[in-house]
């Protein structure tokens, strides 16, 4: 099996193996990947509940006095250099958090227990820890999702390689995060380990509710081979009515149809509750499932599934009380009618009792309802834009900006000073690296691309005005430098 470099020209490996990544998944899609190994006993099981562990650290200019020289490190690296400074005396902590499940899983399984946990790392994570040689972190993780006693219990997700959010990304960047984070994940794990990863975790649970935007959200996902995405269920509407989930443990069917009428969809698993630390640090999902019992799908009797995700290492209660609460109920749910399963684990269960994808009950992104009401099928982006100008006219509330974790923030609204950088330098990106043609294996790419990724970087924008929107200035200000002088 052909062995990816995970670093080229000092930078990560963002690029250039396409038709291989390519061919890897559209193998691995041909099978299950969590079926064949589970001992999970669906028939018997009530209910049954999942957690996913969300993992981020940006990427800054940092590290001396002038933004402009800065060398771009990680952020873990900056609050080691200076722990005096705010929370930063947890970078160990957070350090130890990254390779964490590597120990628990092994330990529970060695105790003839069965284990689940999904993990979502970005890649500006994987590379500012690489680039720091906190190299226990990755030999850890590659036991649980290597080795094949252990791999079954671990499920990874996909990612935006650096934690963009969907609905301020253009559509042809955000899809070069989705393909960065596969090039990066398979060179640290191998193309063996990438075939197996078949969900998919957005940043900030963003999820796009202009119709343009959403399509591609989704048609960017299901032309990157992954099967389902995981959803925070107030950020999504039933189509006949706009009204809340009826029955948000069971998987649905996210349809997004665009101004031109084409439609795209892909397996949605909900995520419930908010983005509340404590509800997967003190294994919430459990312990609601337990009060569950089976659901009718498809004419068939199954076990309901509860899903949490929440960061991974932020926060006392996911640094202090998560390893003995996580230990607690994977032992006392091992062999229970509520087992602990990972979302692709669940899925293959259920289409093995012969349930399809179709049979999921549909559903939308929020407002879309108010904007099918009034536009015709296929009526074109221009009708669109003025449907949508005349409800925001109508309605305060109504918007287009796209939902995520929490509906208090915006990630457009006071963040021009951030994104008509990054606007700018995304157009610039096009104009000379994409529509050209440039070669993904060409060294200016992969350093342009790097710089692009960093730039579009959540985080920029969601601590607000100061230092963290300087440094997305700064990123932009040198992408757009390589983009004007390189090519």
């Not at 960093?454 to 200000?477: F, L, N, V």
Request: with cysteine.
């Amino acid at each position: 099996m052909t062995q990816l470099l995970e670093t080229i020209d000092q930078r990560p490996n963002l690029c250039g193996s396409q038709p291989l990544i390519d061919s890897t998944l559209r193998l691995g899609a041909r099978q299950p990947v969590f079926l064949p190994e589970s001992r999970v006993d669906f028939g018997r099981a009530k209910s049954a509940f999942a957690i996913a562990l969300h993992m981020h650290q940006p990427l800054i200019p940092a590290g001396r006095g002038d933004l402009s020289t800065a060398e771009i490190i990680s952020n873990l690296k900056h609050m080691m250099d200076h722990p005096g400074i705010g929370d930063n005396h947890n970078a160990s902590v957070f350090h130890w958090c990254y390779k964490r499940i590597g120990e628990f899983i092994p330990q529970l399984i060695d105790e003839g227990k069965q284990p689940r946990v999904m993990l979502e790392y970005t890649g500006t994570l994987f590379h500012g820890m690489r680039q720091m040689g906190l190299n226990d972190v990755f030999d850890s993780l590659k036991r649980v999702t290597c080795e094949p006693r252990y791999r079954g219990a671990v499920e990874w997700l996909g990612a935006p390689w650096g934690h963009a959010v969907a609905p301020s990304t253009p559509a042809q960047d955000y899809r070069l995060h989705v393909t960065a984070w596969q090039h990066h994940f398979a060179a640290i794990f191998g193309l063996d380990a990438l075939a197996r990863v078949r969900g998919f975790s957005p940043s900030e649970m963003a999820l796009p509710n202009h119709p343009d935007t959403a399509y591609e959200f989704v048609k960017t996902l299901k032309d990157c081979g992954f099967q389902w995405v995981i959803v925070q269920e107030h950020t999504v509407e039933r189509p006949e009515n706009g009204g809340g989930l009826e029955r948000r443990h069971l998987p649905h069917r996210l349809v997004c149809r665009n101004s031109r009428g084409e439609e795209a969809s892909i397996i949605a698993i909900i995520k419930t509750q908010g983005s509340d630390t404590k509800l997967v640090a003190q294994m919430q999902p459990y312990y609601e499932a337990k009060s569950l019992a089976r659901w009718e799908l498809a004419g068939r009797q199954v076990p309901p599934l509860v899903t949490q995700i929440a960061d991974g290492e932020n926060g006392g209660v996911m640094m202090n009380e998560f390893p003995p609460k996580f230990m607690e109920a994977m032992r006392e749910s091992t062999g229970s009618d509520t087992p602990a399963m990972n979302a692709t684990e669940y899925l293959e269960h259920l289409f093995a009792l012969g349930i399809r994808e179709n049979d999921f009950p549909v559903v939308q992104p929020i407002c879309q309802k108010k904007i099918w009401d009034r536009f015709a099928p296929g009526a074109g982006p221009e009708k669109m834009a003025q449907v949508i100008e005349q409800l925001k006219k109508e309605d305060h509330r109504f918007h287009v900006d796209g939902g995520s974790w929490t509906n208090d923030i915006s990630w457009v609204r006071g963040y021009d000073n951030v994104l008509g950088p990054m606007e700018r330098v995304s157009s610039l990106f096009y104009e000379k690296v994409l529509k050209p043609g440039v070669p993904a294996t060409d060294p200016r790419y992969r350093n342009a691309l790097y710089h692009l990724l960093c730039s579009q970087t959540s985080c920029y924008r969601y601590w607000g005005q100061g230092a963290w929107t300087d440094y997305g200035r700064e990123i932009c200000r040198r992408l757009e430098a390589i983009l004007t002088h390189d090519f």
